[in-house]
């Protein structure tokens, strides 16, 4: 015996109706796209103030390690000047005997000083038998180092070991990372000369970073992405100077005149 049609339609129709009024499934989240930021970079040191160069460089020393290199050049100042006085006491110090303050008022020096640094990179220990040696090289300039920066001491004659190059002219160097300053005393400056107005000389020699210069001292060090900026002080006083070129080659990074 079969159910009536319309008892079926009866039982189907509810079940259709509920069917109908099941609540629809939410809808699945799609998955939204994350911005991605950038990742934080250390920046460099700002330049301080009274900067008129910078040189940047990156040294590989035969073994791998890697030293970010910066030197910054910072405004004369006459010899008479309570701002030259830390420059001084150092280059009376270094240059006992060489120099002295009736040399320096005598002969119209100012002081600029260069702020070098060398800081590592990665975890390679940098060789101390393979230094950094710092441009400029003494000669148109006295020089007197502090902090990590040394200058080496060279016998004129080895027949003649009381005999030495005098302390004043004497390279500069950094055997490992670190930073320091160097002093420049540039005699004539508070003056002018003929080819720079006064407290100019500091753009007649170069500035920057180069490999041994000892001979028969072999070195492994490399540098690579040399850069040099001027900045708008260093504009006004005298950069670039006369005979002014960057020297950027893999054994020698440097920029300036040509003294």
């Keep these: ?14 079940l259709a109706l509920l069917a109908g009024c099941a609540p629809e499934p939410a809808p699945v989240p799609l998955p939204q796209p994350v911005d991605e930021q950038p990742t934080p970079t250390a920046e460099a040191d700002p330049l301080p103030e009274d900067a008129l160069l910078s040189v940047t460089a990156l040294a590989t ?3 791998g390690a890697q030293l970010e290199l ?10 008479n000047l309570p701002a030259a ?42 060789p101390d038998v393979d230094p950094v040696w710092l441009v400029p090289e003494p000669g148109r300039a ?8 040394h200058q080496v001491e060279l016998g004129v004659d080895s027949n003649e070991p009381g005999d030495y190059v005098p302390h004043c002219l004497q390279n500069a160097i950094l055997s490992s990372e670190g930073e320091g300053i ?3 005393g540039f005699e004539g400056d508070t003056q002018g000369t ?20 000892e001979e028969g001292v072999p070195s492994g060090i490399t540098f690579e992405d040399c850069a040099a900026t001027i900045t708008p002080l260093g504009e006004q006083s005298g950069a670039p100077g006369l005979d002014w070129q960057e020297d950027f080659q893999t054994g020698y990074c440097a920029v300036g005149g040509s003294l």
């Design 182 to 184: 160097v002093y420049l």
């Design 1 to 14: 015996m079969t159910a009536p049609r319309s008892l079926l339609a009866a039982l189907v129709l509810p």
């Design 61 to 63: 020393a035969a073994n």
């Design 194 to 213: 003929g080819d720079f107005p006064i407290g100019q000389a500091w753009a007649s020699v170069r500035y920057g970073f180069t490999k041994g210069l």
């Design 70 to 79: 910066r030197a910054v050049v910072r405004t004369p100042q006459a010899w």
């Design 142 to 149: 006295v020089l007197a180092a502090t902090g990590s920066i």
């Design 85 to 126: 006085k830390p420059g001084l006491d150092r280059v009376f110090e270094w240059c006992d005997g060489e120099v002295d303050q009736a040399t320096v008022e005598a002969g119209n020096f100012t002081i600029v000083p260069v702020e070098y640094s060398a800081t590592p990179v990665g975890d390679s220990v940098w």
